[in-house]
């Protein structure tokens, strides 16, 4: 069961660090560095502690913080090959975990 979370996980980060790459590295590694700082959480982590990466998105860019975390979901979407229409009113987290519970299934299923 722990192989088939790290896996998701590691789709997961792989997804966030290749969503946030469009801040450029510098950028992207100011929010690993912020998050560490401020929220005592560590890059592998970020999977597990997905509510606090998005206070500290929101904290770094306010409301445009949004299109960051959907910019995240619809990469980890692609990466992952899941198709799901998500509800508008889905916050980032409940969004994630969505795609999440989806991916573990296509992991179980292999």
Not at 26 to 34: A, D, P
Not at 91 to 98: A, K, L, R
């Amino acid at each position: 069961m722990n192989e088939m979370l790290d896996a998701v996980d590691r789709i997961v980060l792989e997804a966030i660090d290749e969503a946030l790459s469009i801040l450029g590295d510098k950028g992207r590694e100011s929010i690993y560095y912020f998050i560490e700082r401020e929220y005592l959480i560590e890059k592998e982590d970020i999977p597990s502690n997905l509510k606090k990466f998005s206070d500290c998105l929101h904290l770094i860019f306010g409301i445009g913080s949004n299109v960051i975390e959907r910019h995240i979901i619809n990469t980890l979407k692609k990466k992952a090959n899941v198709e799901v229409k998500l509800d508008d009113d889905l916050d980032f987290v409940e969004s994630m975990e969505i795609v999440k519970g989806i991916i573990r299934k296509k992991v179980s299923m292999t």
